[in-house]
């Protein structure tokens, strides 16, 4: 296959010092053969540190985005999203192989697979290292194809499979059963990793023995292994120092990325030369409030793709007088910081300039406010009647703002790479799975318990007894709710509804843009064309079925 063949005077390798100060350093390795510079110390350490790069062409990217968080019941499409790319979204008939989307994700992963089958050959025939240093590297590599095959075979189903280094052109691929890349694959490759893993990495933002347990606790979720997710991510909960960030709010602190809740995530840099791309996610969610006349794009506010609006189901699921991961989650006002009229009033620097609410608000109190005055009066936010002060109007340019991806900290009002890192696990993820799987398992008050954990930390303070729920109100839907609120934007709600058994259901129901098209079609993506088109066995490699 051509997407796995190693380029090696290509790669960029990763310093040993994978951390947000010293992300990315250059070896002249460009000469060198993988069979004599991947035999030395240097060589497989910089082999594995190519396989981490593979990450940062997917967290925070806008295929990624469109794949995981769009098509949902909680998010749709935005006005960048309906003039870019909607066809994901809406599931319309152009969603097709040769969308570059999801020719870029699955390139990705490949090329990340066939890294990882590299070092995980090598390492052990490395001399001068030990052997806990060979399982380590090992670990890692493994830790790291687990996770790029776990996305493959959600996304398209069955895949091509393979543990082995491709060193050549390959013409030929066949399709493995998802389970089979369970069992064979992902599963055995984190039972390995955590027990080879260190509980804390000596260079932050590798993979842990920590890393590995969530991340097979979400496998096992996804797999329905009901005993084996909540006995992980007990384990997750119980061994090791992670805690829950309180406030809520605080856990998207920019200055405070490395902190106490965070398992894994993937690592950028506020170094241009060194962070790439960067974590684009800013981007994403952010309404373009350059149309108020006081308000000139910075910094603070952030360069507005407009790519994703919230639901009407999402703009609904928060009681703000108890619950605050509204207010933690989501940017509803903006400031003037320029001179400026609205509504005949003058309005100075620091000033009210955009303020959103989740209410219907009168007619003549937004047209004498100071201030834009967006309101909501629960029509779909989609719809042609929207007018520009309700949530959806300006051709859907109005809409609360997901602050987890701000990133006030770039370079310039223009810069799309982002310097924040983007967290893949966290301690409040292993609650709500060993919350769903012990309610999987009919232990209501288990699962209860665990929920109310969360729920505590989300608490608006004094309301934390209100907060908590009981054996009898944990039902399929409290799961997905409690999840959307928990976790709305960071790229697991494609996945959560469709292992759920419910994205057809949930998506008809709740997003009226994808409603009209969505079909079992769609519980997988399409294999990209350009693979259907290079391999030489397509009766042994056909394309999803319906696309």
């Given at each position: 296959m051509k997407n796995i063949t190693i380029l090696l005077s290509a790669i960029l390798f990763i310093s040993e010092l994978f951390s947000c100060q010293d992300v990315l350093k250059e070896n002249p390795v460009g000469l060198a053969s993988a069979d004599s510079y991947y035999s030395t110390p240097n060589g497989i350490r910089d082999a594995l540190n190519a396989t981490y790069t593979r990450l940062r062409v997917f967290y925070g990217r806008e295929d990624a985005c469109f794949l995981t968080v769009p098509g949902t019941d909680m998010y749709t499409n935005g006005f960048g999203g309906v003039t870019n790319h909607p066809a994901i979204n809406d599931y319309s008939v152009n969603f097709l192989g040769t969308d570059g989307f999801v020719t870029s994700v699955w390139n990705n992963f490949y090329i990340g697979i066939n890294q990882a089958n590299a070092v995980i050959s090598?390492?052990?025939?490395?001399?001068?290292?030990?052997?806990?240093?060979?399982?380590?590297?090992?670990?890692?590599?493994?830790?790291?194809?687990?996770?790029?095959?776990?996305?493959?075979?959600?996304?398209?189903?069955?895949?091509?499979?393979?543990?082995?280094?491709?060193?050549?052109?390959?013409?030929?691929?066949?399709?493995?059963?998802?389970?089979?890349?369970?069992?064979?694959?992902?599963?055995?490759?984190?039972?390995?990793?955590?027990?080879?893993?260190?509980?804390?990495?000596?260079?932050?933002?590798?993979?842990?023995?920590?890393?590995?347990?969530?991340?097979?606790?979400?496998?096992?979720?996804?797999?329905?292994?009901?005993?084996?997710?909540?006995?992980?991510?007990?384990?997750?909960?119980?061994?090791?120092?992670?805690?829950?960030?309180?406030?809520?709010?605080?856990?998207?602190?920019?200055?405070?990325?490395?902190?106490?809740?965070?398992?894994?995530?993937?690592?950028?840099?506020?170094?241009?030369?060194?962070?790439?791309?960067?974590?684009?996610?800013?981007?994403?969610?952010?309404?373009?409030?350059?149309?108020?006349?006081?308000?000139?794009?910075?910094?603070?506010n952030g360069r507005a793709y407009q790519r994703f609006m919230p639901t009407n189901y999402l703009i609904k699921l928060f009681d703000q007088t108890k619950d605050s991961r509204w207010e933690g989650s989501f940017k509803t006002v903006f400031f003037a910081n320029a001179k400026g009229t609205i509504n005949g009033k003058t309005v100075m620097p620091g000033d009210t300039a955009i303020k959103i609410v989740t209410y219907p608000v009168p007619d003549d109190l937004q047209s004498s406010a100071p201030y834009w005055y967006i309101d909501f009066n629960d029509k779909w936010v989609g719809a042609s009647n929207i007018t520009n002060n309700e949530i959806g109007g300006g051709q859907r340019r109005r809409f609360p703002v997901l602050k987890k991806f701000l990133d006030p900290l770039r370079i310039s009002v223009n810069a799309v790479e982002g310097r924040r890192d983007f967290i893949v696990l966290r301690l409040a993820e292993m609650y709500l799975i060993a919350g769903e799987a012990a309610w999987r398992q009919n232990k209501l008050a288990e699962s209860a318990t665990y929920f109310n954990v969360v729920r505590t930390r989300a608490a608006i303070a004094g309301k934390e007894k209100e907060m908590q729920v009981s054996a009898a109100d944990i039902n399929l839907d409290f799961i997905l709710d409690e999840r959307g609120r928990e976790l709305a934007g960071e790229g697991q709600r494609w996945y959560d509804l469709k292992r759920t058994g419910t994205l057809l259901t949930r998506v008809k129901q709740y997003n009226l843009d994808a409603a009209p098209n969505i079909k079992e079609t769609h519980l997988v993506r399409p294999i990209p064309q350009t693979q259907i088109d290079r391999v030489t066995n397509p009766a042994e490699f056909s394309q999803n079925p319906g696309y």
């Open positions: 090598r390492a052990p025939t490395v001399t001068g290292l030990s052997e806990t240093d060979k399982n380590r590297i090992i670990g890692e590599a493994r830790f790291l194809r687990a996770l790029f095959y776990f996305h493959l075979v959600q996304q398209f189903g069955d895949v091509h499979f393979t543990q082995n280094e491709s060193v050549g052109i390959q013409t030929t691929a066949k399709r493995t059963p998802v389970a089979t890349i369970y069992e064979q694959g992902i599963i055995p490759d984190l039972q390995f990793a955590i027990a080879n893993l260190p509980a804390k990495a000596t260079n932050y933002g590798r993979a842990t023995k920590a890393a590995s347990e969530a991340l097979l606790a979400r496998v096992q979720l996804t797999r329905g292994n009901w005993v084996e997710a909540e006995t992980l991510a007990s384990n997750v909960i119980k061994s090791y120092n992670f805690q829950l960030v309180k406030p809520y709010a605080n856990l998207w602190d920019i200055n405070n990325e490395q902190n106490a809740e965070v398992i894994w995530s993937v690592q950028y840099t506020s170094d241009p030369l060194t962070n790439g791309d960067g974590n684009q996610a800013h981007l994403f969610f952010l309404i373009d409030y350059t149309q108020n006349p006081t308000i000139t794009r910075d910094l603070a």
